[in-house]
């Protein structure tokens, strides 16, 4: 994978709650790096910035919010580091995405704010080159470690999120693509699914970026 001028693959993962998504991207982390690509990792939210630390006191419940005022939070906290991830395509990295904007509308539009009202904060962001889409049921996420300490980790509110999720998935254009992998799966195997994904991606020459939605 020699760099050229070839811009990197933006690539999210996105998922319900303990469906593995941190997990598979430090092992994706890893994997690229060993096929010598330049790769960044980043999480949203991003509970480090000024946004992201009043994001993380909501989550712990430690504080409330307006559910419209959280939500653009969410959004402010992406857009923060929108030019950087920009910059770092163009610069030939390949940028992967501990969940991004489809989050941000699933749980929000899973609270019931009108779908099309979450979309619209996210409007022109980055588009990942492709989603992936680590599918559980609420049930199975609940057998792993440390489910409920956090404000959305509930079993009905999880499959509200998730029935959001693949309304976002059937919306998805071809060319920002949503692929679903079945995250109930033993570990080494959904790794094994989400190498077959990214592999050819980072392998193959890209257009330009595109722009959400
Ligand atoms: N949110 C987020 C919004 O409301 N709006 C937004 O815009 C955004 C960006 C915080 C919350 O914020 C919400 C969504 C969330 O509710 P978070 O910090 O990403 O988001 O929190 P989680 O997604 O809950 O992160 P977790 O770390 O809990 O879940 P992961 O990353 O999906 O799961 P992971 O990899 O940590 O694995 C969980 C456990 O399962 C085991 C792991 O070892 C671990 O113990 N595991 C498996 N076990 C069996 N089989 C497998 N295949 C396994 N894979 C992992
Ligand atoms: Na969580």
């Known amino acids: 994978m020699s760099a050229g001028n070839k811009r990197g693959a ?3 993962m996105e998922g319900l709650d303990r469906s593995g998504k941190s997990t598979q991207a430090a092992r994706l982390l ?7 690509a330049r790769v960044k990792l980043l999480k949203f939210p991003d509970r480090t910035t000024g946004i992201g630390i009043t994001i993380d006191s909501y989550l712990r419940s430690e504080s409330e919010l307006d559910d419209r005022a959280i939500h653009l939070l969410f959004s402010a906290n992406r857009w923060e580091l929108a030019s950087s991830i920009e910059e770092s395509l163009r610069a030939g990295s390949t940028v992967l995405c501990d969940r ?3 989050s941000g509308i699933a749980f929000s539009a899973a609270k019931g704010l009108p779908y099309e009202w979450c979309r619209a904060p996210d409007i022109s962001l980055p588009a990942p080159d492709v989603t992936i889409f680590l599918d559980i049921t609420p049930e199975k996420a609940k057998q792993r470690g440390g489910y409920g300490e956090e404000r959305y980790e509930k079993e009905e509110m999880q499959r509200m ?4 999720f693949q309304r976002i998935g059937s919306e998805t254009s071809r060319e920002q693509r949503w692929v679903v ?3 109930g799966q033993d570990i080494d195997l959904v790794t ?3 190498w077959r994904i990214v592999e050819p991606l980072v392998s193959g020459v ?3 970026v595109t722009r959400l939605w």
């Not at 890893?30 to 010598?36: G, I, S």
């Not at 999120?161 to 959001?164: F, G, N, S, W, Y």
């Open 181 to 183: 992998v079945d995250a």
């Open 10 to 12: 933006f690539i999210v």
């Open 161 to 164: 999120v998730r029935e959001v």
């Open 100 to 102: 991004y904007a489809f």
């Open 206 to 208: 890209l257009g330009p």
């Open 192 to 194: 094994e699914d989400i």
């Open 30 to 36: 890893e994997r690229l790096q060993r096929a010598d």
